[in-house]
């Protein structure tokens, strides 16, 4: 069993940045791979990132490419996810999960079996 909290999400203008965090309850959050997912109102939740087990690799929707950045301290139980150069359009409630993939960096959501309770990130204009 793993439970997840994520934290970190605010109000930002466009443009702007934040880092919105992810903490993992058990022993073997390191077995696990982790992504973060959104769903903005009245849209279908859509995928963001994916970091492996151990760091080693990583798996990024087109649109937030070169934007954002994921990365993990296993010491910690601990994931991040850095967002740069932010639009309105990334305004959503950020959820991430965790999958037993020890390898990969999956992007689809059924792989994926425990989720946070998510945080709000909104974009203003």
Do not use: L
């Given at each position: 069993q793993v439970q997840l909290v994520e934290s970190g999400g605010g109000l930002v203008q466009a443009g702007g940045s934040l880092r919105v965090?992810?903490?993992?309850?058990?022993?073997?959050?390191?077995?696990?791979a982790m992504g973060?997912?959104?769903?903005?109102?009245?849209k279908e939740r859509e995928f963001v990132v994916a970091i492996s087990s151990r760091g080693g690799r990583t798996?990024?929707?087109?649109?937030?490419?070169?934007?954002?950045?994921?990365?993990r301290d296993n010491a910690k139980n601990t994931i991040y996810l850095q967002m740069n150069s932010l639009k309105p359009e990334d305004t959503a409630v950020y959820y991430c999960a965790a999958s037993p993939s020890i390898?990969?960096?999956?992007?689809?959501?059924?792989?994926?079996?425990?989720?946070?309770?998510?945080?709000?990130?909104?974009v203003s204009s």
């Open positions: 965090s992810c903490a993992a309850s058990g022993r073997t959050f390191s077995s696990y973060w997912f959104r769903q903005a109102p009245g798996s990024y929707a087109d649109s937030v490419k070169g934007r954002f950045t994921i990365s390898w990969n960096a999956p992007m689809a959501s059924h792989e994926y079996n425990y989720w946070g309770q998510g945080t709000q990130v909104t």
